[in-house]
């Protein structure tokens, strides 16, 4: 590690507290992606691994990139237990990225293309990352400009990587300087810290959740053997891979499981259909709303889509009439809802062979414990709604953070998933709503609190309430319940006030509610379900 960085999760122990069972038993394959990544490639060099909009990828490609890439981060000082980021879109250049650090025992932090100055600012800041990979541009943005604003606030930023730019600090550029360079591989702990990767958190400050190389690998090989993903098959990734899900199911599968991953930089649904036909893809993890426009581009089309198995659609709201819809549009493909988050992927599996479960659940309980809870922490029946905590091989290290990690985890080791639920008998979990203050807007976790800090900085407003309100494609919109100083102040003026702040445009409220006071409890804490309810029916339910 480099002698003057220190992580934020020094205090961490490897394994956590709550891991000793598993490290001591035989739940994780203690290799990184890495060794198997080499090993495949040794196999069958001229596989194709990876495919996306520039090309094609063969897994003796990704593993000469990876190496000629370590050994020029290796030149540039970046040693095990940096932090390298990367913000980009569903390009190949990631997986590249992420088996160079495994290559090195660097940690990567991906970080979501939507976000901005502010979220990139501390996202970074906080993991005290080392170096960058940003995409040069990206539809209208200009990453790279982004990074010499922010760039001076970040002391220990030491590298600014382009990717599909130019110059000698662009991606192409280290990768041809480190063609034929000796690189000596590092020895990597596969328990150690492998990823950082920041999700929203109910204070308003982004919670980053640590992932080791066992803990991800874990979710991969239960999920595909689950599903019956094999060897050789290709399934689609429209889900960003700065995502958990993206992330282990889109860059991670294909040198765990040998199969095929084919990239879409952004959601199309005519586009997944022609992909999906064309290179016969069986499945995919992707939000809700993109199950629901794949099914209808496919009866518009006349397209049934035979190769098509799985789709596990979770993140959003699921109406229980999505899946039986879906199903009925495809000619093989079963489609249900999954529950979990970056500190506990994939709690539940689905119902691929159950349509009633499949759609009116959030899934089955595989490879975890689960418990649900009352307010004191006291299991409940089942049937009875609680707050769902779960504990698992693949669950978290735990949070950079150590108060985080406290608060998160109970002292026997189970994740507080702050979601309320109930658990069946037979193993399934149906959510039934939220203990947390986040909203989570088309699979994206957005908290209430960071909003309502913004908002509070504009000096018309005496007080903001952000919540939750209904939303047709994306599950949950945001509405902004806000008691004004300034008559004149407008919701046109209040959303250009948040667009300023450098917050993702996707978190500026679609809605604005004007209001002289909030309804409050005897102390005068704000009832927010009742601000939702308001919305709720507002909106005609």
Not at 259 to 284: K, P, Y
Not at 334 to 362: C, N
Request: net charge negative; glycine share 10%.
């Amino acid at each position: 590690m480099n002698d003057n960085i220190t992580p934020p999760w020094e205090w961490l122990d490897i394994p956590a507290t709550h891991q000793r069972e598993f490290a001591d038993g035989n739940a994780w394959e203690r290799r990184t992606i890495a060794d198997q990544a080499i090993e495949r490639a040794g196999a069958d060099p001229g596989f194709v691994a990876m495919i996306d909009g520039t090309g094609q990828f063969t897994l003796a490609e990704l593993v000469e990139d990876a190496q000629a890439l370590a050994a020029s981060l290796h030149r540039r000082g970046l040693r095990a237990g940096d932090v390298i980021a990367f913000q980009m879109p569903n390009w190949r250049e990631a997986a590249v990225i992420n088996l160079a650090a495994a290559l090195s025992g660097l940690v990567v932090n991906p970080i979501v293309p939507i976000y901005r100055d502010l979220e990139v600012t501390m996202m970074l800041g906080d993991c005290r990352a080392r170096a960058i990979f940003i995409a040069d541009k990206f539809r209208n943005t200009d990453f790279a400009a982004m990074a010499a604003r922010i760039r001076p606030a970040l002391p220990d930023l030491a590298h600014v990587f382009t990717v599909r730019g130019d110059g000698p600090d662009d991606y192409a550029a280290l990768v041809a300087e480190g063609r034929g360079a000796v690189f000596d591989r590092p020895q990597v702990d596969p328990l150690g810290v492998k990823m950082v990767l920041y999700t929203s958190g109910t204070t308003g400050r982004p919670k980053g959740v640590l992932h080791s190389h066992v803990t991800l690998q874990r979710i991969v090989r239960v999920s595909a053997a689950h599903w019956g993903i094999a060897a050789g098959e290709a399934t689609l990734m429209p889900s960003p891979v700065t995502h958990v899900s993206g992330y282990a199911n889109g860059l991670e599968l294909p040198l765990i499981c040998g199969t095929r991953t084919v990239l879409m930089e952004s959601w199309d649904a005519g586009e997944a259909l022609a992909l999906i036909e064309r290179h016969n893809l069986i499945g995919t993890v992707a939000a809700t709303p993109f199950l629901v426009e794949l099914a209808a581009a496919a009866r518009a089309a006349a397209k049934r889509l035979p190769s098509l198995r799985f789709f596990a659609c979770g993140g959003a709201a699921v109406p229980a009439e999505v899946i039986p819809a879906a199903n009925a549009a495809f000619e093989n493909c079963k489609a249900f809802r999954v529950f979990g988050s970056s500190e506990v992927p994939l709690v539940t599996f689905g119902w691929p062979q159950d349509e009633v479960l499949a759609a009116t659940t959030d899934g089955q309980v595989v490879d975890y414990r689960v418990r649900i809870v009352d307010g004191e922490d006291r299991d409940l029946l089942p049937g009875q709604e609680g707050e769902i905590l779960a504990r698992g091989p693949a669950m978290m290290m735990g949070y950079a953070d150590q108060a985080q990690t406290r608060e998160a985890i109970t002292p026997d080791g189970y994740f507080r998933t702050g979601d309320l639920g109930v658990l069946t008998a037979d193993g399934a979990v149906t959510i039934t709503g939220r203990k947390k203050d986040l909203i989570i807007r088309g699979g994206e976790n957005i908290s209430a609190k960071e909003i309502e800090d913004v908002l509070h900085t504009h000096p018309g407003v005496c007080e903001a309430s952000v919540v939750a309100m209904p939303h047709a494609r994306l599950g949950e919109g945001i509405c902004a319940y806000v008691i004004r100083s300034d008559a004149g102040l407008d919701a046109a003026a209040l959303a250009a006030h948040v667009a300023h702040s450098g917050l993702a445009k996707q978190k500026i409220p679609e809605r604005f509610e004007l209001v002289e006071d909030f309804p409050r409890t005897a102390s005068g804490k704000i009832r927010k379900d009742q601000l939702r309810a308001d919305i709720k029916e507002k909106l005609g339910g």
